[in-house]
């Protein structure tokens, strides 16, 4: 069975730019999750799909936006880069069908804005 | 709101050391989950345990154990005769009733065990 799947890989952008980044779960699993991690604030959730449709959200700023498709697959986007958008962004999924469940990662995005 | 504290930013050993990484909590809920996960150098966060609130049972798995205390508000996890493979970054979370895959993380502990 697949795991979870981000691509690019690495992705340097200047400021002002945007970037899709992209997340293929493991098949079957129904929801997909988004969290930043950068050095100083650690890992922080941006926001969660499931059956297309936004379940949660962290608390970030508009500029950050997700969506999913109906095979579960996820992009998330970045609007207008500022240098601190720069962080490995992980994508994770799981069934979504209750609570507590232990996510499966992909390896990440590793974006570089200058 | 949620908070989970990692006191140790980073922890070194050799090998065959055991070793206890430290996890505080705070949550107004009754109903909750704990987690532990491992980011080795490839970038991926791998699930080790999961705790409900309402099991306090500690466990043990080969050279793995967790010691889940409510009346601390910790969830600790040991390394028994640590290895070099063990080395990593290991985060602890919790995610509240309701929260679905919204993980509140520590700020992780870096393993590194010597030959």
């Known amino acids: 069975k697949a795991g979870v799947t981000q691509t690019p890989r690495y992705l340097i952008k200047t400021r002002g730019q945007q970037v899709t980044l992209s997340c293929s779960p493991i098949?079957?699993?129904?929801?997909v999750s988004w969290y930043q991690q950068t050095p100083g604030q650690g890992l922080q959730f941006l926001f969660e799909?499931?059956?297309?449709?936004?379940?949660n959200k962290g608390n970030f700023p508009g500029r950050f936006s997700g969506r999913q498709f109906s095979n579960s697959r996820s992009e998330m986007n970045v609007s207008t880069l500022e240098l601190g958008d720069s962080a490995l962004y992980l994508c994770?999924?799981?069934?979504?069908?209750?609570?507590?469940?232990?996510?499966?990662f992909g390896s990440g995005t590793q974006l570089s804005v200058l | 709101a949620q908070k989970v504290t990692q006191a140790q930013t980073e922890i070194s050993v050799v090998e065959k050391e055991d070793v206890t990484l430290d996890c505080v909590y705070e949550?107004?809920?009754?109903?909750?989950?704990l987690f532990w996960y491992k980011q080795p150098p490839s970038g991926e966060l791998v699930f080790l345990i999961r705790?409900?609130?309402?099991?306090?049972q500690n466990e043990i798995s080969g050279r793995y154990s967790w010691n889940f205390q409510k009346s601390t508000s910790s969830f600790n996890f040991t390394i028994t005769a640590s290895q070099v493979v063990d080395s990593a970054v290991y985060f602890c979370?919790?995610?509240?009733?309701?929260?679905?895959?919204?993980?509140?993380f520590g700020k992780g502990t870096m393993l590194l065990v010597s030959p």
């Open positions: 979370a919790l995610s509240e009733a309701g929260g679905y895959s919204t993980l509140t």
């Open positions: 705790r409900n609130s309402f099991d306090e």
């Open positions: 949550t107004r809920d009754t109903t909750y989950y």
């Open positions: 098949s079957g699993h129904r929801s």
């Open positions: 799909y499931f059956s297309e449709t936004q379940r």
């Open positions: 994770a999924s799981s069934t979504g069908t209750g609570d507590g469940e232990k996510l499966f």
